[in-house]
């Protein structure tokens, strides 16, 4: 993440607008917002599931989870907006649970190497 207050400084000394500040704090703060999102799900995983309980495991097992979630975010992309498996809500915590998942497995790869590269 980028220190707010020095992309401002950077932006006005490169003679941005002020709209053009406003809408880059504002996307800013929102990838901000999904990736605390993303994190809280992944703590979520960690506490339901144990925190290395992966590790070890083939990485083909990996193809599986990341598919089932990838599947219902792509279920809830495909109902009808006012449906109760569609809508916003539902294909941002679907999107979320995909991104918490690859995250996951990102630290049991690298875990994993690093184990590797200390044998």
């Known amino acids: 993440m980028h220190d707010i ?27 901000t917002m999904e990736l605390e999102a993303v994190h809280a799900e992944r703590r ?16 083909y097992e990996w193809c599986a989870i990341a598919g089932e979630e990838y ?4 279920q809830a992309i495909n109902e009808p907006l006012d449906s ?10 679907e999107a979320i649970q995909v991104a918490a998942v690859m995250v996951r497995f990102l630290e049991c790869l690298d875990r994993q190497v690093i184990k590797e590269n200390h044998k």
Not at 84 to 93: L, S, V
């Open 5 to 31: 207050n020095t992309m401002i400084d950077d932006m006005v000394q490169s003679g941005k607008t002020v709209q053009g500040i406003a809408d880059a704090v504002r996307a800013e703060s929102m990838t």
């Open 84 to 93: 109760p498996r569609g809508g916003y809500e539902n294909m941002r915590n």
């Open 44 to 59: 979520r995983q960690d506490a339901k599931w144990g925190a290395n309980s992966m590790d070890g495991k083939p990485l």
């Open 71 to 74: 599947g219902e975010w792509c």
